[in-house]
């Protein structure tokens, strides 16, 4: 029989008949993809997005079909227009997307299991069904009777009606995970929006590797893609997230996809956020918040007020004035310092990156006088919000420094922003009138900020001052050990 497979370098793109560990091109190790071999003729040939975007218009004002192929054109001759969004019905999940779904447009939704993935996208098509879209639900990981009762369970909560129950329940559903298949039947309901939960479970039947596998993610989505593309169908790709938090699989998709979505929260949790990590059509700086109830994920609307009510008044607690995109929020960041018993003390924190706090706790104990060197530090952002800019430097420098003296901020709730420099300034960050503002209309007063904030703030240079202001009955003295507010950690 004809081979119609090949394997290729990831690293040189060298070929190989037969599978091998190490690439006979460039030595690399596990570097090689089986990948199908691709016939001669156009039908099978890959899609290219950007070439396949100006014929549909997208990018030309002009039907680009009428251009000869390979044409070059200056942007000016290219004809301004705005790619036709659908609204998903979910406003949290629409500003992420940069206003909704693009038509033809390639989504990769990550996140781990349980995290409820399935519960948004189900959600997502009950709603485009609604609003009159044609939708197909691609289960490879359930069956139809299993996504039945889901979507049974999320209109019990749903309170929107017996009318739209019966729509949720209209969503075409096929449970199957032969790739062949769902690409015939995708061509034959020739859907506005598809979704495939998950890339990992489907397979094409002429590729050897098991369904997962590198080549064959890769294989499912290049002809989603092509297929999506040509009769102009969103497809919506759900992708596992490994235990090492990589999008293991996915993560092959990053560059084919429009768009990649990450859905994260801590599973014993309610609080679920996603973002953006990637955006063809809008920007990757937004998070949308929500939660996940008996009735399925409910918007967080005015995140703010929940977390600042949330907020408690023991040592360690800041409330920080953030900018998640575009929007302010204000959430509690909560820290424990206790003494350890371990030569490596340990750094553990949760919605933050872990240098940061090195590098926060290493200006706190050379120019806050709050040494922290032989304790346990944990740092947590609460409602499992993970916080990405320089601008929470300051709130954690506080709640560390509040729980390592036990001194709670006389002012509660406090709240702060701001980025450290490693001489111990305290710097501008961006949006200081959104932040101040925000923290205004959830009866925060007081708000330590940098120099330059402008009104409402309570302007301080240093990292010693900030301290100053905020725990001022017991200002941490150069060279002081900490004292511990007492608590164990079991190890
Ligand atoms: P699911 O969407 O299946 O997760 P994923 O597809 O990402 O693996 O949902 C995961 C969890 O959400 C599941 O353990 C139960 C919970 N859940 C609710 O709390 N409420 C609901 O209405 C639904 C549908 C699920
Ligand atoms: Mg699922």
Redesign the pocket.
């Known amino acids: 029989m004809a081979r119609t497979t090949v394997y290729v370098c990831a690293e040189c793109g060298f070929k190989s008949a037969q599978w091998r560990g190490q690439c006979a091109g460039c030595e690399s190790w596990n570097t090689l993809v089986e990948e199908r071999l691709r016939p001669p003729s156009g039908e099978a040939r890959r899609a290219r997005p950007g070439v396949r975007a100006a014929r549909k218009g997208w990018l030309g004002g002009s039907p680009a079909g009428s251009r000869p192929a390979g044409r070059v054109l200056a942007l000016s001759e290219v004809g301004a227009c705005a790619p036709q969004r659908m609204s998903t019905g979910i406003g949290e999940l629409d500003r992420v997307l940069g206003g909704g779904l693009v038509p033809g447009s390639l989504v990769l939704l990550g996140?781990?299991?349980?995290?409820?993935?399935?519960?948004?996208?189900?959600m997502v098509l009950a709603r485009l069904q609604r609003s009159g879209r044609r939708t197909l639900y691609v289960s490879g990981?359930?069956s139809a009777q299993q996504v039945r009762l889901?979507a049974e369970?999320?209109l019990?909560?749903d309170g929107s009606g017996t009318e739209s129950a019966r729509h949720a329940l209209e969503v075409p559903v096929l449970a199957e995970t032969d790739l062949d298949t769902v690409l015939e039947a995708l061509a034959a309901e020739t859907p506005d929006v598809c979704v495939v939960?998950?890339v990992q479970t489907l397979a094409a039947e002429e590729l050897g590797g098991a369904a997962g596998s590198v080549g064959q993610v890769r294989e499912v989505a290049a002809r989603l893609m092509e297929l999506a593309k040509r009769q102009d169908t969103a497809v919506v790709l759900?992708g596992?997230v490994t235990k090492e938090g990589a999008l293991a699989g996915p993560r092959v998709l990053e560059h084919m996809v429009d768009c990649v979505l990450q859905?994260e929260g801590e599973?014993e949790r309610?609080y679920r956020e996603l973002r953006a990590l990637k955006n063809r059509f809008g920007s990757t700086n937004e998070a949308g918040l929500f939660e996940?109830?008996?009735?399925?994920?409910v918007e967080v609307l005015d995140a703010s007020a929940r977390f600042v009510a949330e907020a408690t008044s023991a040592p360690g607690s800041v409330v920080l004035a953030a900018m998640e995109g575009s929007r302010p929020l204000l959430v509690e960041v909560q820290a424990l310092v206790a003494p350890s018993e371990l030569e490596h003390p340990r750094r553990v924190v949760s919605g933050l990156d872990r240098n940061r706090l090195a590098l926060v706790l290493a200006i706190l104990a050379r120019h806050g006088g709050v040494r922290t060197g032989t304790a346990d530090v944990f740092v947590n952002v609460v409602g499992g919000v993970r916080l990405e800019e320089p601008g929470c430097d300051l709130a954690v420098a506080i709640a560390v420094a509040s729980a390592a003296g036990g001194i709670a901020p006389p002012h509660h709730p406090l709240a702060c922003f701001g980025e450290l420099g490693l001489t111990g300034e305290l710097r501008w960050v961006g949006h200081p009138e959104r932040r101040l503002q925000e923290a205004a209309r959830h009866g925060l007063a007081e708000v330590i900020a940098p120099p330059g904030s402008g009104a409402g703030a309570r302007e301080v240079a240093t990292l010693r001052e900030a301290l100053a202001q905020a725990l001022p009955r017991e200002r941490p003295g150069d060279g002081a050990a900490p004292r511990t507010s007492g608590a164990r950690l079991a190890a």
């Open positions: 996140g781990s299991p349980g995290i409820g993935k399935s519960t948004l996208t189900n990981e359930e889901r369970r999320l019990l909560d939960d998950s759900v596992h859905f599973r309610p996940m109830r008996q009735g399925g994920l």
